[in-house]
Structure formats: structure tokens, C-alpha cells
């Protein structure tokens, strides 16, 4: 066991379930650690693939979300996450982190100036528009990663969702691009196990410990943390592009 992977994995997935960007914890650390970019991206598709289904498992049993409400998601979120990992060797990391950096400010904005729904106005259903947008962000979390979860978020929040389902349909999302991304790299064999199974055994717990906190937080609240986590990815992001 990698211990130091095992308590990024824990720090990075509980940050990562209730505001997505835990992406942006644990790859500068892996990289400080000494891996290569591909051995990061691929063991971070595994433990999420894990950690997400985990999370996601423990709000359908409580009726938070029902499955037949997510299942019609699955073919444009696979898809992504597939096409997105086949991708990733053709597109240089600056270009992606650009494109990341254009989404995240673009959220961040809608964030401020369309607020959610109150809560008798909320939406049960996903609308159509929605399809072309989880492809989207599944290719890209199938590419590289940062920012998904948050991006996710902004998007169910703003179909109508309330906080506690939007974490739900993230990480059910997150489950299925990951594990079409995860398939492409242990396929080209870029999966190093014993750092990737650490990495798993932290997130499934972070995980765990974040959707039983996201159970006790009211919509402000989760707004501020999600807002807050958007300016450090954005900044993070930015440092990155010109450093």
C-alpha cells in the first residue's frame, strides 16, 4: 500500500464529492510525488470509477435519486469518457487545460447571475439539452479531469435539481466516464495497480464520508463551497497555463 496516495485519495474524493475539482488536489500532489501524467490520469479513472459508484450506490439505497432517472445518460456519458481517453495522446495538456479554464469561468459566472430554483419550481427530469453537455464533460474527464465534478454540478444545479441530487447524478456520471476511460488505458496498459489501487482505497472512503456530510447541507451552503472550490480550480488553472 502507497500510504501517501491512500490519504490523497481520502482528502481529494471527500473535497470532490461535494463540489467536485478534487482533481485539482490530488494530480499536483501525484505529480509532486514523482508520477508520469499518464500513470496519474489512469489511476485517478480507476479510483473514481470506484469511488463514485460507492457514493452513488449509497444515495440510490436511500432513494435520493432512482436509477431509472440517470439511465438514459449513460450512453453519452460513456461515450465520452471513451472517446476522451482515446484522445488524450492527440491533445497537447495546455490545450485541454485552456478548454477547462473557458468552462469553469463560464460557470462560475452563470453561478452568480442565474440562481437555482426554489424548491417548489425544482425539475424530476432531465431535460434533452442536457445529453450533448454530460458527453462533453465526460470527454473531458476521459482526457484529463480537473473541473468535471464541478462542471457537473453547475449543470444539474441549473436544470433544476436540488443539492443533494445534482451530487448524486455527478457522481453516477463520474462512474461512467471513468470507467470507459478506465478500460481505454488498462487496454493500452498504462495502469500501474499498486498506485492505483492506494489511490482507490482512499477515494472509496472519502467518498463515503462526503455523502453523509452532503446530507447535511443546505443549498447556501453548498453554493459557497462549490463557488470557492470554481476560484482555486480557476486560479490553479491559470498558474498552470503560464508557469
Not at 4 to 23: D, K, M, N
Not at 128 to 134: D, F, N, S
Not at 203 to 216: E, F, L, N
Request: glycine share 10%; hydrophobic share 50%; aromatic share 14%.
Amino acid at each position: 500500500m502507497e500510504w501517501p496516495l491512500f490519504f490523497i485519495g481520502i482528502s481529494a474524493t471527500f473535497v470532490g464529492t461535494l463540489a467536485g475539482s478534487g482533481g485539482m488536489i490530488n494530480m499536483p500532489l501525484m505529480m509532486l510525488y514523482g508520477l508520469p501524467i499518464h500513470t496519474i490520469i489512469s489511476s485517478n479513472k480507476f479510483a473514481n470509477t470506484l469511488s463514485s459508484f460507492s457514493s452513488f450506490l449509497v444515495l440510490l439505497k436511500k432513494r435520493d435519486v432512482h436509477f431509472n432517472e440517470v439511465l438514459y445518460t449513460i450512453p453519452f456519458t460513456l461515450s465520452g469518457g471513451i472517446a476522451g481517453a482515446y484522445f488524450t495522446s492527440r491533445i497537447n495538456e495546455g490545450t485541454m487545460t485552456l478548454i477547462a479554464l473557458f468552462l469553469l469561468v463560464f460557470a462560475l459566472v452563470l453561478n452568480f447571475i442565474k440562481k437555482p430554483k426554489a424548491l417548489g419550481e425544482r425539475e424530476s427530469k432531465l431535460k434533452k439539452r442536457i445529453y450533448p453537455l454530460v458527453f462533453g464533460i465526460g470527454a473531458y474527464d476521459g482526457m484529463f479531469g480537473p473541473g468535471q465534478g464541478t462542471l457537473l454540478m453547475y449543470t444539474f444545479l441549473h436544470n433544476g435539481f436540488s443539492y443533494i441530487k445534482s451530487v448524486a447524478f455527478t457522481r453516477f456520471q463520474t462512474f461512467i466516464s471513468c470507467s470507459g476511460a478506465f478500460t481505454m488505458y488498462a487496454i493500452a496498459g498504462m495502469m500501474d495497480w499498486s498506485i492505483a489501487i492506494s489511490l482507490a482505497a482512499g477515494s472509496i472512503i472519502g467518498a463515503q464520508m462526503a455523502v453523509r456530510v452532503a446530507k447535511r447541507m443546505s443549498m447556501k451552503h453548498a453554493s459557497m463551497i462549490i463557488r470557492f472550490i470554481t476560484v482555486l480550480l480557476i486560479l490553479q488553472l491559470f498558474y498552470n497555463l503560464i508557469f
